[in-house]
């Protein structure tokens, strides 16, 4: 498997449950689409879903989010 790495700017967000990227990280990354999932920002949208991603902060793997 072919390992890409990407750094970006982040905001920690305890209430989250999933990590969100935008969709040029996403397609530079080369993450394979699994589905889509409801999102509420004001409105409730329907936003793709990927797998394959191993999150990384400041040289550690943390525990990030609820």
């Not at 999933?18 to 589905?35: A, P, T």
């Not at 509420?40 to 793997?61: D, F, H, P, T």
């Amino acid at each position: 498997m072919t390992q890409r790495k990407k750094e970006v700017e982040a905001i920690i967000d305890t209430g989250a449950t999933m990590l969100m990227l935008s969709q040029d990280v996403v397609n530079e990354l080369g993450l394979g689409r699994i589905g889509e999932r409801r999102y509420a920002n004001n409105q409730i949208q329907l936003k793709s879903v990927y797998r394959g991603v191993v999150l990384e902060l400041k040289g550690s793997e943390p525990l990030v989010g609820q």
